[in-house]
């Protein structure tokens, strides 16, 4: 008979990471199923130049503080090496790299079917955010553009657009941090459906943590939240914003109508031609594992109480942001998600 685990964990990044720190205390037998050919998350498919909003004592997993960068907002490569760490220094099981296909469930025991064979589990964990779900929209003429677009989620570098006339589209932090860096080596535009907005210079991470701690406090308390003045959406003055301010660049020309062959059309009606589109309009959820077993909207959005998925026991969702827990897609707030969804699975485990 085929081992069957009590919890199995989808995903090996911070939010998998989080739920095994809690899972270890409880003598359970649980499993971390990764896709990644080593360990760091999506943080290994992230654009190089990536930055923390926040210092590393407040980019923590449970358990450990991030180690501290000398140079402010931790990079990429470091929080990848806190990763990786923390999952020797709390000896998390991972098995990787394993891709899941689909998951079932069979007499009330969960059938998780993999690129390595079949695994089965009495309660399973999905965390595996929202990288693989990047999101473009369907503006008219996107399939006749002659020029080079991508995705954010697959972006690196300017390399491979230096000199060139780019587009940047979309208003968020990500749309800011990479016009800031191809603005240094391309001719750039941006375009943006709402004009953006930014935080004060003086405001950083831990300031969105702690708004979103408030929220989460008030509504636990059946309180009415009053909106902060910090917005969670708002774009984060990190140095290379900065830089990009101070050189003018951080200009947003409004949002386009239509693509053409060789470029868009403004929606004053003015044409301009571009040889690259970067966008950076944001993710889906990545939750097409579990269609066989919830029916997930069409941003890959399913019904949950907390973490718990409505409609399916033994199921839970942990890290794929507002809806699976305040914050809870941050390196900082998704242990709180976590330690109440192992509190959750303990509790159904024994009934």
């Given amino acids: 008979m085929a081992e069957v685990y009590d919890v199995i964990i989808i995903g090996g990044g911070q939010s998998g990471l989080a739920c095994a720190y809690y899972l270890r205390r409880t003598g359970l037998n649980y499993l971390v199923l990764d896709e990644q050919e080593t360990c ?29 960068n000398e140079n402010g907002f931790p990079p990429k490569d470091h929080v990848i090496n806190y990763l990786c ?39 399973v964990i999905s965390a595996t955010g929202t990288w693989k779900a990047p999101f473009t929209p369907k503006i008219q003429g996107i399939d006749i ?36 860096e191809v603005s240094k080596v391309a001719k750039t535009s941006w375009a943006t459906l709402n004009a953006p907005e930014y935080l004060p210079d003086n405001v950083d991470g831990r300031v969105l943590f702690n708004v979103a701690t408030a929220k989460y406090k008030a509504e636990k308390e059946g309180k009415k939240f009053n909106p902060a003045q910090y917005s969670l959406g708002n774009i984060v003055m990190v140095p290379t914003v900065k830089d990009a301010r101070e050189r003018g660049v951080l200009q947003s020309n409004g949002s386009f109508i239509e693509f053409t062959e060789t470029g868009v059309i403004w929606e004053n009606g003015t044409k301009e031609d571009f040889d690259a589109v970067i966008w950076c309009t944001g993710f889906h959820y990545a939750t097409s594992h579990l269609n066989k077993i919830v029916e997930p909207d069409s941003k890959g959005k399913i019904k949950t109480a907390g973490t718990k998925a409505d409609n399916i026991d033994g199921l839970w969702l942990v890290g794929y942001g507002g809806w699976t827990g305040y914050a809870s897609a941050t390196l900082i707030g998704v242990g709180r998600s976590a330690r109440e969804t192992v509190k959750e699975i303990t509790e159904f485990l024994k009934e």
């Fill in 40 to 68: 760091g998350g999506a943080w290994l498919q992230t654009w190089d130049s990536l930055r923390l909003f926040s210092p590393a004592d407040h980019s923590s997993l449970p358990g450990w503080l991030m180690p501290k």
């Fill in 145 to 180: 553009f002659r020029g080079k677009q991508i995705h954010s989620a697959h972006y690196k570098n300017a390399n491979n657009v230096e000199g060139k006339n780019v587009l940047i589209i979309g208003e968020g932090n990500s749309g800011a941090q990479i016009l800031a």
């Fill in 85 to 123: 760490k923390y999952e020797e220094r709390y000896e998390i099981p991972v098995k990787r790299p394993v891709k899941v296909e689909n998951v079932e469930k069979e007499s009330g025991v969960f059938k998780i079917k993999t690129s390595a064979g079949e695994f089965s589990a009495k309660a």
